[in-house]
């Protein structure tokens, strides 16, 4: 019996140490599966406030998007294309977040520029984006651009581009993460799935 806690006990520890890693590429990535929770960390708006995301979660439904920044032309199509389909994703009882590395004054540049009425949150430490189990290695020729965009605090890693349904309880219920940052899910893909979650 002993040893059967035992063996449990390093299991649980190394899913645990594997979400709170940087792999050391896209694909070696270990995130959270569809059951379990989004966990709480403190993240900043682009006011530069503190928020705590579970406080934001309990609100409302939410489609939580992790892009790698304002700076990356394949996530500020996508930021676009959540714009454009928000009414029909608030109109379904959801609300979006979207979470970068990129500092607080970035996300009001991508704000602008996308025409994002939704919440940025920056997780430049990477806190959330560690726990949530996409952080990878960046490769050297991202390393200046991520540097720059989180104001020196990340110099190391970059979110895989992910896309979590998530309820009040912060369970995920759906999830799609591509380690290829080209692809990305449909709006028209995304609203199917929160009308056949409803």
Same mark, same amino acid.
């Given at each position: *019996?002993?040893? &059967?806690?035992? *063996?449990?006990?390093?299991?649980?520890?190394?899913? +645990?140490? +594997?979400?709170?890693? %940087?792999?050391?590429?896209?694909?070696? %990535? +270990?995130?959270?599966?569809?059951?379990?929770? $989004?966990?709480?960390?403190?993240?900043?708006?682009? @006011?530069?406030?503190?928020?705590?995301?579970?406080?934001?979660?309990?609100?409302?439904?939410? &489609?939580?998007?992790?892009?790698?920044?304002?700076?990356?032309?394949?996530?500020? *199509?996508?930021?676009?294309? *959540?714009? @454009?389909?928000?009414?029909?994703?608030?109109?379904?009882?959801?609300? %979006? $977040?979207?979470?970068?590395?990129?500092?607080?004054?970035?996300?009001? %540049?991508? @704000?602008?520029?996308?025409?994002?009425?939704?919440?940025?949150?920056?997780?430049?430490?990477?806190?959330?984006?560690?726990?949530?189990? &996409?952080?990878?290695? +960046?490769?050297?020729?991202?390393?200046?651009? $991520?540097?720059?965009?989180?104001?020196?605090?990340?110099?190391?890693?970059?979110?895989?581009?992910?896309?979590?349904?998530?309820?009040?309880?912060?369970? $995920?219920?759906?999830?799609?993460?591509?380690?290829?940052?080209?692809?990305?899910?449909?709006? @028209?893909?995304?609203?199917?799935?929160?009308?056949?979650?409803?």
């Amino acid at each position: *019996m002993k040893k &059967i806690l035992f *063996m449990f006990l390093v299991t649980l520890t190394s899913v +645990a140490n +594997a979400q709170n890693m %940087i792999a050391k590429s896209a694909t070696d %990535i +270990a995130p959270l599966l569809i059951g379990e929770k $989004i966990p709480n960390f403190t993240l900043k708006t682009s @006011e530069n406030a503190d928020v705590d995301i579970s406080d934001l979660l309990k609100k409302k439904k939410t &489609i939580l998007i992790f892009y790698r920044g304002g700076w990356c032309p394949y996530c500020n *199509m996508h930021l676009q294309a *959540m714009a @454009e389909a928000e009414k029909q994703i608030l109109d379904l009882g959801y609300q %979006i $977040i979207a979470v970068s590395p990129d500092s607080p004054e970035n996300l009001k %540049i991508t @704000e602008e520029k996308d025409k994002v009425k939704y919440t940025l949150l920056s997780d430049s430490k990477g806190s959330l984006i560690k726990a949530v189990g &996409i952080a990878y290695e +960046a490769p050297e020729n991202y390393k200046s651009v $991520i540097n720059v965009h989180s104001n020196e605090v990340n110099k190391s890693f970059l979110p895989v581009p992910s896309v979590f349904v998530v309820n009040t309880e912060s369970d $995920i219920l759906f999830e799609y993460v591509s380690p290829d940052f080209k692809q990305r899910i449909t709006t @028209e893909l995304l609203v199917s799935v929160l009308k056949n979650l409803k």
